[in-house]
Structure formats: structure tokens, C-alpha cells
């Protein structure tokens, strides 16, 4: 009996625990979760280098759907501002074509219920890699840089904005009117993403608008022919 008694004991007893891990003692390996936003890094190896000397300044990034050329004709065209930087709601003078070195658009600004001219001028372009514009007015000075570099979807574009205010505005540049200014170049990012993906999508859709108009323009001519 005793015999019995100790193997039915064994087999209705639990399973045994494993060993304790001594402190300090890694675990085993497992493998790392990758992040599900994933941000790509810049192709660039620094920031652009500064162009207003004592400024601060904001850089925002995003991969866009086109190729850099295409990207650089239409970020570089005044005409085309108003559809993804909010902020500039016009400009006055500007070719209906992109600005190259040299050229100047002048962007009504308001200040303190009042207004003034902010004349903007083209002082570097190196289509479809760079580009660079400035303005000098009496609330202070600001630098804009593009730059673009061809990615496997379509082109990395980075934006940096340096600003140096005048008198004791300057107070507010390394805070306030920082994070401002990163808000608003974060927000035409995206609304510039979504406007060439628009873009993009109408390109791949005009052959079979082409082919469509085609065939309905040849209808239409055999209806007018019969009437």
C-alpha cells in the first residue's frame, strides 16, 4: 500500500517550478518589437547651414509622392503658396512661374491691427536639390530653405525657417513665436502632401481621362453629324 500510495501521489501532484533566476542574470532573448511609426530618417547629414546670423529657426521634414523635380516647380511657385502654406494668403508681382536668383514677390503682412510689405527675394537656386528666399522688414528678418533629395516613393523634402525679430519682440523668437512657426510649417507639410498626392493621383488617371474624352468627343461628333 505504501507503494501505491506514493505514485498516485506523484502523478496528481503539480508540475514542478522552474528554477529562480538569479538576480541580474538576463532573461532569454526575444525579439524587439519594431515601432509602428517608423520615421525616415534625413538623407542630409546636417541641418542647412544658417543664413541670418543671432536667429532661431524651426525644420520640418516630409516624403512626398513626386519625383524632386516636379516637388521643386511647384513649392518654388508663388501662384501655388496659398494652396498648402495657410499663412501666406497672397502675394503681389510674382511671374506665373517659379522663382529663380534674384527675382522678389512682395506678401502683405498685419501687424498690430495695422498693415505692411514684406518683400521676399530669391538668393539661391540649384533646381531640383535647393533653394533659398528672405525678407527684411521693420518687425524683422526671415530666411526659408528647401531642400529636396529623390527617395524610393518619391522625394524627401525638408523646409527650414530662421526668423530674428526686432526690438523686444526678440524676447518671444526662442519660445513662443518658435513653437508658432513649427506649428504652422508642421500643418503646410501635411496640407503639402496632400495636395501632390491629389496631384499624383490625377497624373495617373490622365490616360484614361484622355482615352475617355476621346471616345466621348467622337460620339459626340457622330451625334452633331447626324443631327
Known sequence: WPEGDNRTARANAPPPRPPARAAGRPGPLRAARKPRNLRMRSPFGAPAPRLL???SRTIQAVELPLPPGLVFEFVTHPAE???WHPPVRAVRGPPDRPLRVGESVVEPVRSGGGRLESPWTVTACEPPAWWEI??????GAMAVTYRLAPTRRGT???RTCEFRSEGLRRLL????????????????LRQLRRVLREEADAAARWPELEHAAGRWGSQFGETSTAL
Not at 528672405?134 to 518687425?139: A, C, D, E, G, S
Not at 523668437?173 to 503646410?188: E, F, I, T, V, Y
Open 53 to 55: 546670423s543671432g536667429s
Open 81 to 83: 503658396w496659398h494652396r
Open 134 to 139: 528672405r525678407t527684411q522688414n521693420p518687425l
Open 156 to 158: 524627401w523634402f525638408e
Open 173 to 188: 523668437d526662442g519660445n513662443l513665436r518658435r513653437a508658432l512657426l513649427a506649428w504652422q510649417g508642421r500643418g503646410a
